[in-house]
Each structure stands twice: as structure tokens, then as C-alpha cells.
């Protein structure tokens, strides 16, 4: 189980525990998948020699097993119950590591129990998340081929005159016919929608001389994939047709540039530098991607300040966009793993500029 | 706007401010919808003299207008920003208002800037959101109708024979066509699944004598609605019959008993005394229900420990339950609202057993 390799950074750095609430951290660690948990506290506690105690609300009395637990009623206190294990764990205080996503309603409280110095728990886990093994790689992977599946399926369908949103929704199944479930709510942006790069899909119909910006992913035994491609509808606006091409220049000039002992910050300069020299730097405003695993953001982020040290098995997208108000956007990603030292694509959908 | 009211109980019990990340208080009370926030800090800082003061990710540029508002890059340390607001407002410390759903991490960082005292937020905001006002309620019933509507759609789908996931997946999309969403993934649970009231939706395919328990919702402009109903493929076992009715009854009677200036757990009581008279009084494992808004969860719950006084206005499910392990379960849901003095059923489904 990865928790040794946890406690092991903990003896390491100082931590004398940790506090994990349910989410990818937890998962991560033990394998346990507790999903909508809300508002009862739910903590696995750990300390660095090695201990570790759950402290769980009693609908979980089938789910949690294998692990030393404590189950509270609705009507009990739990945080007097957290008080003993943290008593039983030899946990009076010290730096401890809290979960990022824990509810800040329960750390109020945690704060009530002892005098703690607290940590992100982030810090140490992403240490560990970075690197995918090779497992991780192959259900990651997998995650792409869905998004490539569903990239060639959607290119049969007859997008001209459909709503934004019905196409979002279109994906969505798509998407869930072949995985576990979308890894976030797809995006669908068209037109003059397409040079907003965060549009919620609307109620805007697409026409003709759009190009239309898909960005969706599956997520598969909790493994995450995220692509986009831009299409168009119809013959787009030369203007658009030159940014296509600067983008996906961009792209590729980025994905040349992965390797092993480089910062992540040159994977950012390569797209930055290709689009800038293109005389579009003011319409690139966001950063070239960020890493992608259990979660669709974490560790590395490739921009401008990305300072990781790029090493084997890390994951990250690769997402240079332009977008240009009252005209309209491009954008092109792709999933890529750092293998043998260089980057390898992991969704490999067209991405030659596709006229429908 | 609402947070005049905030202001105003603040100054009342004494704190002397709050920081309200996005979510569902942060909507009542701004009307701002801000969703997908993700790891950037985004929180509106309140004083109890009146004054406030967004910091957000700049991507939210074109989203938060109306309100004095610090935008933040990435690459710059928010919480420097956020100091600098905390002294604008002359809050160097004192009891703060914590929203309850903030990231830990966030909390963690916030924590180091000053020594104050924290108190969840929703402690004051829930008196607030706990009474609907007519608009509300209004919104609510749409919901409510959504969750009838689709309920008479399902009675005409032929349903023996398929997966549990399935008939999940097609609840789902018929909600989704007429309202603005799901308020909670559906659960379907047939035969000995409908044993556990958490069940998940699985492979299990519905056949011939089961009872399957419907448990959904629907979206409207923010508000939530809640329905479960149970239903038989084919004649269903005598016991199960006999459940059936012990529950229906049990909400009935809870239903009855809600009027103003009761606590809640004498619904729960009513409830609960009905299927204890029966001798399922151990096959009830839950409370009779919670209430709902903008949140599917939120006060008064309606349990045994329920102190709140019921009131005008106030909105909540009542939802027993029997579950026997290996045979089956029942459960029927509907939301309820105070008026005029009396529980009013927002939902208004068909209660009686329905054999398909």
C-alpha cells in the first residue's frame, strides 16, 4: 500500500501525522473509494511510526474494511471520538498534514481539540503522484483512447444547426458508453463563443464558418484523460484557418520539447515563443497545461513559472490556445507521459484542421 | 441582497467578520454563481461594519461585476492580496466567519496571516436559508414537478429486464431535458440491493418480483428537489407488501404531523413510532429526512435529535424507510413544505403501489 511510502516522507520531513479525508489523495494511498461523503466527518489518521486509525460515519460500516476503525452514529459527537484516536495515536499536537480538500467546517473543529502546526497534505503526496508506475500509464491511457473513440465518433454525427449544450451532451455519453464517466463536464464553444476558453456551453446553435473547440475526457478506474480539438463547420475565416495553423504549431513545437531533466517551464516557453513569434502572445492567456492522473489539474503545471524537474512517468496535457474576442478561438491538446526519457502522445486524435 | 442580512446578524452575535468562499451560501447570498473554482482562491471578505471586498483568479474577470474586486494572476501570491485586504476592512484578527465547504488548504494559509478565531459560516446562515420566502418555494415546486413529470414518464418505459445503471442513466436524461439538472446522482436499487439505502446503481439487471427503489432529483435556478418512490416489476413478495404499506403509512402519518412551532423530531417521531408498531422498528436505519434548498442536505434534518422548531416557510424531505437484508427494502420520499401553518407536499407523485 502506497501509506508506507507516506510515512516513510513523513519520518523524513518531520510530520509527526496526517489527517486524510475522502478524495484522490485518499484513494491514492489506500485504494479506497469513498465518494460523496458531504458533511460527516470522515478521516483515516496516521502517525509516523506507522499507526494509522479511520475514523468513519457508520454508513460506511460495509465499505471500509481492512483498516483498524471507528464508526459514530448521527446524534454522536465525532470529534470527541477524533480526540481518542489522536490520544491512542500519540498524536497531542505537532505538524501534522491535513488533507487539501478537507472541509474547512471540520478543521475549525480539529483546531479545538490541540495545539497543531498544520501542512498541506499535497506537499508529500505529489511527490508521489507525479510519477506514474506503469500501471497508472495503462489506465491512463486507456482514459485517452475513450477520448480519441469518441473524437472519431463525433466527426460521423451532423453537428451544423445543433445547440452547444446538445452536443456537450452528445460527448458526455458518448464518453460514458466507453469508460467510468466523464472526468469533467465537457466543453462545447463555438463561434465568437470559442474565444472565451472557460464558455459554459449555451444555447448558441452552430453554423457554418464556426470553428467549434471540444474539450472532454473519460476518466477510467479514476484515471483521467483531457483533450481538445478544434473543428470547423463549413470553410472558416481565412484568419482563423492561420491561427489553426500557429496553434498547432505551437502544440507540436511544445511536444518536441519534453524531455527528462528539463523544466517545465521550457515545455511552456516552446508554445509560448512559436505563438509569439506568430504576433499572437496577448491572445495565449493561459498556461501550456498542467499535470493529469486521478485528478484533471495537479502537478506538474506547465507555465511560465512551472519549475519541476520533468522526470519518467510524469503526465501532462499540452494546451496552447488562441483566442481572439469577436472572432473567435482555437485550441489543441493533447495528454502526454514522459517514456524513456522523451514525451510520448497519449490521445493521438487528427489534428490536422478538420473543415465538416 | 441578502448579505445585508448577514451583516446585520453578524453585528448581532458579535463578529467582526467573514470570508466566503463559492458555493451555495455564497449564491444566497450575492446571487453570484461561481462554479468549477477549483485550487485558486476566490473568496468575498465581509466586515460587520457593512463593507466588502472580493479576490479572485483573474479568469473570473467577466463573471463577478458589481462588487469591489481584486483580481489575482497565476504566478502572484494571493494570500499577500488577501492580507492587504483584511487590512483595508481593519480586520487584524478577531471572530471570524468561516464558509463551511473552503478548501483546508486555503484555511491553512489563512490561518498564518493573523490570529483569529474561526466559526463555520453556515452557523449564521442557515437561520437565513432555513425559512424560504414565496420566490423560494416557488422555484422549489418547479422542481418538485420535474420529479413528478419524470416519475409518470418512467411508468411507461419498459424496465423489466434492464441494468440497474441503465435505468439510472435514462432518469437522469429526462430530468436533464427539463430542468437545469440533476440534483444528485439517481440511485436505483432493485431486489436484495434495495436493502441498502446507499446503493449504489450497478449491473444488476431488474426482474420479475423485485421492488425497486427510485431516488432522484432535479435542479431549478439553484433549488433542489428529492423524490423516492418504490416500485414492483411484476407481484412482488406478500412481506415486501406488507412493508410497502407499513411505510406509506409511516409517511403519511409524518406528513400529518408537520405544523408550525413542532420540533422536527416529532415528525421523525411519528414516523418512527408507525414502523415500530409494525416490528421493523431495527429496519429503519436512517432519519425521516433533512431539509432541502439550495442544497440537497441542509437544516433542520428531521431526525430524532431534531430541536429546531418548525416555521413558515421551512422546506425538507420526509422519507422512511424499511430495509430487510436479503429480501428487499421500501422507501418513499416526498419534499414538504410549511404553509399557512401545515405541511404542504411539493412533490405529488402516484404513493400507492404501482405494479409494473
Keep these: 500500500m502506497r501509506l508506507e511510502k507516506l510515512i516513510s516522507l513523513m519520518k523524513d520531513q518531520g510530520f509527526d501525522g496526517a489527517l486524510i479525508s475522502p478524495g484522490t489523495n485518499l484513494y491514492y494511498l489506500t485504494d479506497l473509494h469513498l465518494h460523496e461523503v458531504g458533511e460527516r466527518l470522515t478521516v483515516l489518521v496516521v502517525n509516523a511510526r506507522g499507526e494509522y486509525h479511520f475514523l468513519a460515519p457508520s454508513l460506511y460500516e460495509n465499505v471500509i474494511r481492512g483498516f483498524p476503525v471507528t464508526f459514530w452514529r448521527d446524534g454522536e459527537n465525532p470529534y470527541e471520538k477524533l480526540a481518542w484516536i489522536l490520544a491512542e495515536l500519540q498524536l497531542p499536537g505537532g505538524r501534522l498534514l491535513i488533507e487539501d480538500t478537507m472541509r474547512a467546517d471540520w478543521l475549525i473543529n480539529i483546531l479545538r481539540l490541540e495545539s497543531f502546526e498544520f501542512h498541506p497534505l499535497s506537499s508529500l503526496v505529489k511527490e508521489l503522484r507525479m510519477r506514474k508506475d ?3 500509464i495503462k489506465l491512463m491511457k486507456h482514459a485517452a483512447t475513450v477520448a480519441d473513440r469518441v473524437f472519431e465518433e463525433l466527426l460521423g454525427w451532423n453537428i451544423s444547426g445543433i445547440r452547444e449544450r446538445e452536443l ?37 446553435r452552430i453554423r457554418k464558418g464556426d470553428l467549434v473547440i471540444l474539450d472532454y475526457g473519460a476518466r477510467y478506474k479514476g484515471y483521467c484523460s483531457d483533450i481538445t480539438r478544434t473543428i470547423a463547420v463549413g470553410q472558416p475565416d481565412e484568419r482563423l484557418v492561420e491561427i489553426y495553423n500557429v496553434v498547432k504549431e505551437a502544440q507540436e513545437r511544445a511536444y518536441r520539447a519534453v524531455r527528462e531533466g528539463i523544466k517545465a517551464k521550457e515545455v511552456d516557453r516552446a508554445a509560448r515563443d512559436t505563438i509569439a513569434g506568430a504576433g499572437y502572445e496577448k491572445y495565449f492567456t493561459h498556461r501550456t497545461g498542467h499535470g493529469l492522473g486521478l485528478d484533471v489539474h495537479e502537478e506538474p503545471y506547465i ?35 514522459v517514456i524513456d526519457g522523451k514525451g510520448k502522445r497519449l490521445t493521438r486524435a487528427e489534428r490536422e484542421l478538420i473543415v465538416l
Design 134 to 136: 506503469r500501471r497508472e
Design 168 to 204: 456537450a451532451l452528445k460527448i458526455e455519453l458518448a464518453v460514458r458508453e466507453l469508460s467510468d464517466g466523464i472526468s469533467f463536464e465537457p466543453i462545447v464553444a463555438s463561434g465568437e463563443n470559442a474565444a472565451n476558453p472557460h464558455h459554459a456551453p449555451g444555447d448558441r
Design 303 to 337: 507555465g511560465p513559472e512551472g519549475e519541476v524537474v520533468l522526470e519518467e512517468g510524469m503526465t501532462f496535457t499540452i494546451e496552447p490556445g488562441i483566442y481572439v474576442p469577436g472572432l473567435g478561438g482555437v485550441r489543441i491538446e493533447d495528454d502526454v507521459a
